[in-house]
T-cell receptor, first 109, second 117 residues
Framework: KNEVEQSPQNLTAQEGEFITINCSYSVGISALHWLQQHPGGGIVSLFMLSSGKKKHGRLIATINIQEKHSSLHITASHPRDSAVYICAGRSYNTDKLIFGTGTRLQVFP | NAGVTQTPKFRVLKTGQSMTLLCAQDMNHEYMYWYRQDPGMGLRLIHYSVGEGTTAKGEVPDGYNVSRLKKQNFLLGLESAAPSQTSVYFC????????????????FGEGSRLTVL
């Protein structure tokens, strides 16, 4: 069992739909990152959070420390949101990032 | 703004050949990392550096060496390439290290696709 698990692995949506990607972790973490990997391969950091909720444009990230769970929401999804979304937790013990395997999102017009 | 730049972007090697991947960042970051990305697996840390002149092993260091002679550059070397090292390699940097309160945002390069025949 991976220490950081994402669901679903693959997700398809119609343009305009509300998207939720989940990330659960089984180790103590000091922070959780959400990353976006474009079809061309580049990786961009979306959020880093250790508690509560952060919002940037149509993207919202939340974390529940007690439940060891984080979610990434995309409102009014658009085809340009099609990408792989990766969550990563910074291990409290080792100070290393532990990555999930990613969620592949495709948004169709 | 260049950010994090990796070279080369693509390379094909024969088994046993050597090569070096270069990562350069212009953000004065202290921490730099080399990851590999393989299908069905999360990014895995190969080596990292917490400052100029320092390096440390990650979770999959075997077959790789690194150097951080200058703060802005982090080199990843393969002395004798093996097919198992076929992967996409990502360099990343941050300051201060991820997980700290102030920032810790990771900045990634565009990736280097390496094929070992």
């Amino acid at each position: 069992k991976n220490e950081v698990e994402q669901s679903p692995q693959n997700l398809t949506a119609q343009e305009g739909e509300f998207i939720t990607i989940n990330c659960s972790y089984s180790v103590g973490i000091s922070a959780l990152h959400w990353l976006q990997q474009h079809p061309g391969g580049g990786i961009v950091s979306l959020f880093m959070l250790s508690s509560g909720k952060k919002k940037h444009g149509r993207l919202i990230a939340t974390i529940n420390i007690q439940e060891k769970h984080s979610s990434l929401h995309i409102t009014a999804s658009h085809p340009r949101d099609s990408a792989v979304y990766i969550c990563a937790g910074r291990s409290y013990n080792t100070d290393k990032l532990i990555f999930g395997t990613g969620t592949r999102l495709q948004v169709f017009p | 703004n260049a950010g994090v730049t990796q070279t080369p972007k693509f390379r094909v090697l024969k088994t046993g050949q050597s090569m070096t991947l270069l990562c350069a960042q212009d953000m004065n970051h202290e921490y730099m990392y080399w990851y590999r990305q393989d299908p069905g697996m999360g990014l895995r840390l190969i080596h990292y550096s917490v400052g100029e002149g320092t390096t440390a092993k990650g979770e999959v260091p075997d077959g790789y060496n690194v150097s951080r002679l200058k703060k802005q550059n982090f080199l990843l070397g393969l002395e004798s390439a093996a097919p198992s090292q076929t992967s996409v390699y990502f360099c990343a940097s941050s300051y201060p290290p991820p997980g700290h309160r102030n920032t810790g945002e990771l900045f990634f390069g565009e990736g280097s696709r390496l094929t070992v025949l």
